[in-house]
Each structure stands twice: as C-alpha cells, then as structure tokens.
C-alpha cells in the first residue's frame, strides 16, 4: 500500500507571495491533518479533513487554508507568506476520525519563505 | 486545552544502556496516547500507541511505554540502546478525532 505522499517536497518563495500544497493520503483513509513542524515549536496542528469537512482547526491565522477533495486528497494554502511561515509542513492520514486511530505521515514539504 | 511536556530535549547515550523517556500530558478526560518516531531523514511513524486496557503497551524495536493515569505520564522506555535508535522522539495525545498535540521532541543520539 503506498504511503502518504506530499507535492512538492521542496518549496523557495519570497514574502507576500502565496502558495499551495498536496497530499494525498493512504489508499481508504478519510481523516487528513495538517501540521506545521518548526526546530522552535515542535508539530503544530494546523486543521483537519475528514469527508471534504474541515472538522477541527488550530491556532494559525486566516492565512492559513486548507480543503479536500471527494478522493480525499487535499490540499493547503498560505496566502501573504511571512518569514516565520518557512518550516516543514507535515500532511498524516487515518482511516477513520476515531481518536484511537494512528497518524501516518508524509515527508513533508519544506517550505522557505525569503 | 490539552499540552504534552516531554522533559528531555536531547539525551546522549552509550549502546546497551537503558532509556527512558518522559512524557506528561495535561488532559482530565480520556485520552490516546501515542509515541512516534522520526529517524534521520525518514518520515514519522508510530512507535506504539495506548487507548485502554493493559497499561504496559510494547511498541516495534523493542520500545514500551506505560500509561500512569494518576501522574498522567506516557513514559517511553528501552532497555538497551542501539545505535540505529538514534532519532528524534515524539509523544502525542489525541482527544479529538485527527488533531493530536505533539510534545516538542527529545532528541536521541546513541554513541556506537
């Protein structure tokens, strides 16, 4: 079974600008989560899909988006990129939304914001 | 809302000595707890993972971790380290469906 995977894995872009990234979680999983994983703050969750419906959402500003898709992929968007948004964004998918189930995580994309 | 503390940031240790890893969370409902691993260049993956029943749950690579209600700690332990097992470790708690509060990390380097 392929595992969660995240386009692209590599990001450059400068301030102000906007960007949009993928995953595309396991085969049959429903449930995506987004997080932000930074050396300074850990993994910080960002949101949650579960059947095209963002169903929990952390601490992160408006800036920070997301949405799925009837093939439970999904996607996020940063718009107005700031310094501080340069970090690993990390997507884990899980069968279910049961809070017993396992995160399986993606490599991440490395976003860098000049 | 709920936190996860892990104590250690980085730990240095020789092969063959013991590990043990704390974790507290701050939750008074009922919680999954869940130890994740991320080696040197590789994605996270679970560890092991508690939800009810025996509170001595054992994990891949020979890793357990025990649930103490009382103290709300998930301390992950190791009897003997081997250098493969240096990486950075997470624990987590998962109250609500797909968000799971990670602690900060401890990372581990096992000197061969």
């Known amino acids: 079974k392929a595992g969660v995977t995240q386009t692209p894995r590599y990001l450059i872009k400068t301030r102000g600008q906007q960007v949009t990234l993928s995953c595309s979680p396991i085969s049959g999983h429903r449930s995506v989560s987004w997080y932000q994983q930074t050396p300074g703050q850990g993994l910080q969750f960002l949101f949650e899909y579960f059947s095209e419906t963002q169903r929990n959402k952390g601490n992160f500003p408006g800036r920070f988006s997301g949405r799925q898709f009837s093939n439970s992929r999904s996607e996020m968007n940063v718009s107005t990129l700031e310094l501080g948004d340069s970090a690993l964004y990390l997507c884990?998918?899980?069968?279910?939304?049961?809070?017993?189930?396992?995160?399986?995580f993606g490599p991440g994309t490395r976003l860098t914001v000049l | 809302a709920q936190s996860v503390s892990q104590h250690n940031h980085h730990v240095i240790l020789s092969e063959a000595a013991s590990l043990e890893l704390g974790c507290n969370y701050s939750?008074?409902?009922?919680?999954?707890l869940f130890w994740y691993v991320q080696y040197p260049g590789q994605h996270l993956q679970l560890l092991l993972k508690y939800f009810s029943g025996d509170p001595l749950v054992k994990g891949i690579k020979g890793f357990e971790a025990e649930f103490i209600k009382s103290k709300f700690s998930f301390n992950l332990r190791k009897p003997s380290v081997q250098w493969s097992d240096t990486a950075e470790y997470f624990c987590?708690?998962?109250?609500?469906?797909?968000?799971?509060?990670f602690g900060d990390g401890t990372t581990l380097t096992v000197k061969p």
């Open positions: 939750y008074g409902g009922t919680v999954n």
């Open positions: 884990a998918s899980s069968f279910s939304q049961s809070s017993y189930n396992e995160q399986f």
């Open positions: 987590a708690v998962n109250t609500n469906a797909g968000k799971s509060t």
